[in-house]
């Protein structure tokens, strides 16, 4: 499988670019800073230089040509305000679908958040409000799209090791996930067609990987 990530120098898209280069995948990393490009290269990826905020929605295809899925792993990150969570959670996921549109990639498996169906429904001067109307909106954008996509939504993410087990369901009560659980998850879904359409919330859990996805979907 050939798999573009969107965010490719992201904590969860190194260990998903990982997992599916060490198991024969062709993974691209598209990154912003070229100074991220040799760590893409050492998780196992070819890393492109591609700033979301930036590239035009025929230079974001032209990375996709070819490419089975993509995932988008961006986002503006902790200690961004208010405009980068709608030009990076919302904007560059909005144009990772339009691309993938372009180049005629249907499969869109889209980092989401917790939460993000609880978003506040006007604008908000609190960042975190702002954070989840992004990803508010990015999720409705897709979901309106005649694409194969399935939306994830992670609890508040660890940089704990690999449970191997997780809780996945539509809908789940608050907690914690590692993203070494995250990205084995992403594989996951990648893996089972089934789960185009999915909207799962995901947080840390007693059941195996594969056996939450399939029960999830
Ligand atoms: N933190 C949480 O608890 C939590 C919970 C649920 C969901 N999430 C979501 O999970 C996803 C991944 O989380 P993570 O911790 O792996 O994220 P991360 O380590 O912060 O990685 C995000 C990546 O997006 C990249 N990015 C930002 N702006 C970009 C642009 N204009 N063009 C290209 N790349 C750009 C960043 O690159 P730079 O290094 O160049 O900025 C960074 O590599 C995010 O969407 C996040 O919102 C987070």
């Known amino acids: 499988m050939r798999v573009v990530i969107a965010g490719g120098h992201g904590k969860i898209a190194l260990l998903l ?3 599916l280069a060490d198991r024969g995948d062709e993974v691209v990393g598209l990154v912003r800073n070229p100074a991220h490009v040799d760590d ?5 990826a070819r890393a492109v ?13 032209a990375h996709l040509a ?20 709608d030009t990076v959670d919302r904007g560059a996921a909005v144009l990772l679908a339009d691309a993938a549109t372009a180049a005629g990639v249907r499969r869109y498996v889209q980092i989401s958040s917790i939460n993000a169906d609880a978003a506040p429904a006007t604008e908000t001067d609190d960042v975190f409000g702002a954070y989840l109307r992004a990803k508010k909106a990015a999720e409705d954008d897709l979901r309106a799209r005649p ?5 994830l939504r992670p609890g508040r993410l660890t940089d704990d090791p690999p449970a191997g087990t997780v809780r996945l369901a539509p ?5 914690a996930v590692s993203r070494a659980d995250v990205a084995a998850v992403l594989v996951a879904l990648l893996d089972t ?3 185009i359409g999915a909207v799962l919330e995901l947080v840390g859990g007693d059941t195996p ?3 939450a996805v399939a029960a999830a979907v």
């Open 17 to 19: 670019e990982r997992l």
């Open 40 to 44: 893409v290269t050492a998780a196992g």
């Open 49 to 61: 230089v591609c700033d979301l905020e930036a590239a035009s929605v025929e230079e974001v295809a």
């Open 66 to 85: 070819g490419a089975d899925a993509v995932v988008f792993a961006a986002g503006a990150g902790p200690g961004s305000g208010i405009p980068r969570k």
């Open 147 to 151: 694409l194969d996509w399935t939306i």
């Open 171 to 175: 809908k789940v009560d608050g907690g």
């Open 193 to 195: 067609p089934a789960s």
């Open 209 to 211: 990987i594969d056996q």
